[in-house]
């Protein structure tokens, strides 16, 4: 069933120049007569203020105020406007007061105005905005009561919102099934295979259009390159040769620097097995040369076993005279640390002597304020107040004998350390004494072993003088002369120039034929770039019908919908699909009575046309309300309607007159 609005009562106070208005409402039909500047336009802005904060032009920042002569607004005025809606014939009233803040500034006796305040009320009860706004939305949205109350309200929407709006009322049930039944048949049902595919697996028709024309451009972006990379190829490749001849020529020099090395392998023979005999002797001599250095280690050995013995026995003195020597460093630092623990604790234990005789010579004296009565203040007299004192005597000397055992404690828990301590020292000072005692015996130890030094053996006159060692050096002298020997290598520079000339001439024949593999390189990758050019063109030729193809889909599906739009109006009809001059096709939405485009209507036709799409939008959203009809004067016939009509007429030099 649907929501029927009505305005029963509107009651204006200080709003626009209207100081005080009560206007009652036909159910049906309302007319409001008044010259220009009169206050008509005010009335549908007092409405729509009250109920949104807004005015006829959707502004929020228009100027309610009552203005004197000079067209300054009269201060401390409440500016309100106050309708009773019928809902289902159901009233509530709303009620919207604007008013000035006036307010002493702190050291002045003028008031000032400190800003507005807005206050808001529902059936006489207080509300915030938010939840005021909430009961204004719960009757009807802001939005959609501006479509259905203002006839010029949709025809002034974008092109987009005004389809998004139709789709909505009309075309929302029309599934891309619904489309194919009419556009598919068996002939063509594999041409928009692709597109039902896309659709059935949850796309949306603009994302489907938009992935194919990104994959179009980049893969005619691909392509573009292709042709230059083609041509680039084709410039680069060499020229045809006759690769059989260059193959054999290669050939034939190659046996040409074969027979050339056994020519050169012939007359270096001899060179070889001399070159082979003076590496033999260079070994021997090398062999020598180590017998020498080895006989040398063992004469040293031999001649200084005593020496070496006392520089070991040496060097282990100086070594136990060291590790002493930090021993006694480490007990000393040791026994300083003792020592100053011990003077501490002699400090600590003097420091409790004191206190305790202190402790001991305190003697009981009565604090005569607590002899009195905590609650009245009264000194305590016979019995309490020798109750009370003995009270005080027990605590003190309670106290007392506390804190001299518990300095006695400390003092006997120190003296136990301090003899601890003092043990430790003792023992400590014996064994430095002992370290000392050592270390005096090692140095003296030290400076026998240093004057006791034995005399060392020259090893260069012990090594000449033995008998294996003048062998040897004979021997080496020996295979040294056989190395002196003279020798004139063979002659083969000629074969290798020739050999090297042979080299050069086959190097630049292979150059050349390895252009025979770079041409085979080349026209194969041609070959790739033609085969991927064509199934890349193919490609975008298949991207081209599947756009096609979305365009056959989206002409059907508006058909559809131009269908079911118009079918919802009786007096106009919209256009929803046009085509360009040069046949392409795009969206729009033009609102026309009997082929007229909306733009070009007179003012009574394009009122009608208003009421006619309101009425659609009335039964799609199943809701009514009052129809604000401006200039009502131009129009001789209205459509019908089964909103409240409220006109406003424009008549020369009549007052505000509610009929």
Request: glycine share 4%; charged share 30%; net charge negative.
């Amino acid at each position: 069933m649907a929501k029927d609005i009505r305005v029963v009562r509107m009651i204006l106070t200080n709003f626009k120049g209207i100081r005080s208005l009560e206007v009652t409402f036909d159910p049906e039909v309302t007319n409001i007569f008044g010259d220009n500047a009169t206050g008509k336009s005010t009335m549908m802005d007092a409405f729509l203020w009250t109920l949104f904060g807004k005015d006829s032009q959707n502004r929020a920042d228009f100027n309610i105020k009552t203005l004197d002569a000079n067209g300054k607004a009269l201060p401390k005025l409440e500016h309100e406007v106050l309708v009773v809606l019928s809902v289902d014939g159901v009233e509530t009233v709303f009620r919207r007061c604007y008013r000035e803040n006036w307010v002493k500034k702190r050291g002045t006796a003028k008031e000032v105005m400190d800003g507005h305040t807005v206050d808001y009320f529902v059936d006489d009860v207080p509300m915030g905005k938010r939840e005021y706004d909430a009961k204004v939305s719960a009757i009807c949205p802001e939005q959609l009561f501006r479509q259905i109350t203002n006839p010029s309200y949709f025809p002034s929407l974008k092109m987009q919102e005004q389809r998004r709006m139709l789709f909505e009322i009309v075309g929302g049930d029309i599934t891309h099934h619904d489309v194919f039944n009419e556009l598919i048949t068996d002939k063509n049902k594999e041409y928009y295979r692709s597109l039902v595919d896309a659709l059935d697996s949850g796309k949306t028709l603009d994302e489907y259009k938009k992935q194919i024309v990104s994959q179009k451009n980049k893969t005619k972006g691909e392509v573009a390159d292709i042709p230059g990379r083609i041509e680039e190829n084709n410039r680069n490749m060499p020229e045809e040769e006759d690769w059989v001849a260059l193959s054999s020529e290669i050939e034939e020099k190659e046996n040409e620097i074969r027979n050339y090395d056994s020519l050169i392998a012939d007359k270096s023979k001899a060179d070889e097995e001399e070159a082979a005999r003076r590496r033999v002797v260079r070994r021997q001599i090398d062999d020598r040369y180590e017998c020498l250095e080895e006989l040398k280690r063992k004469v040293k050995k031999d001649s200084n076993v005593g020496h070496d013995k006392w520089y070991s026995d040496l060097s282990e003195k100086e070594s136990s005279i060291s590790n002493t020597k930090t021993d006694i460093r480490s007990l000393e630092n040791k026994l300083s640390t003792l020592n100053n623990s011990l003077a501490e604790y002699q400090s600590q234990r003097g420091s409790l002597l004191t206190a305790y005789t202190a402790i001991k010579n305190e003697t009981f004296e009565a604090d005569n304020s607590r002899l009195v009565c905590p609650t009245c203040k009264r000194a305590f007299e016979g019995v309490d107040y020798d109750t009370k004192l003995q009270e005080m005597q027990d605590t003190f000397q309670t106290n007392k004998s506390n804190r001299l055992n518990e300095n006695i404690q400390k003092g006997t828990t120190i003296k136990a350390k301090i003899e601890d301590l003092q043990n430790q020292i003792k023992s400590l000072e014996q064994t430095i004494g002992e370290k000392k005692n050592l270390l005096s015996t090692l140095e003296s130890e030290k400076q026998q072993l240093q004057n006791s030094e034995p005399k060392t053996v020259d090893i260069i006159e012990a090594v000449e003088r033995n008998e294996k060692y003048i062998s040897l050096k004979k021997e080496i002298e020996e295979f040294e002369a056989s190395l002196k020997t003279a020798y004139t290598p063979a002659d083969v520079s000629e074969y290798i120039n020739a050999k090297n000339a042979l080299q050069s001439e086959i190097y630049a024949l292979k150059e050349r034929l390895s252009k025979r593999e770079q041409i085979e390189r080349t026209q194969k990758r041609i070959d790739e770039l033609q085969s991927q050019l064509s199934n890349m063109q193919q490609q975008i030729a298949d991207y081209e019908q599947i756009e096609a193809s979305i365009l056959d889909f989206m002409k059907s599906k508006v058909s559809l919908v131009e269908k079911r739009i118009n079918a919802a109006f009786s007096y106009v009809q919209f256009r929803m699909f046009d085509t360009q001059v040069d046949g392409t096709e795009f969206d729009t939405c033009e609102c026309m009575v009997d082929g007229t485009p909306y733009s070009d209507l007179n003012t009574a036709a394009k009122m009608n046309a208003g009421i006619d799409i309101i009425n659609a939008i009335c039964r799609a959203k199943g809701v009514t309300a009052p129809i604000w009809l401006d200039n009502r004067e131009s129009v001789c016939n209205l459509i019908p309607c089964a909103s409240q009509v409220i006109n406003l007429f424009v008549e020369r030099g009549a007052k505000l007159t509610i009929q």
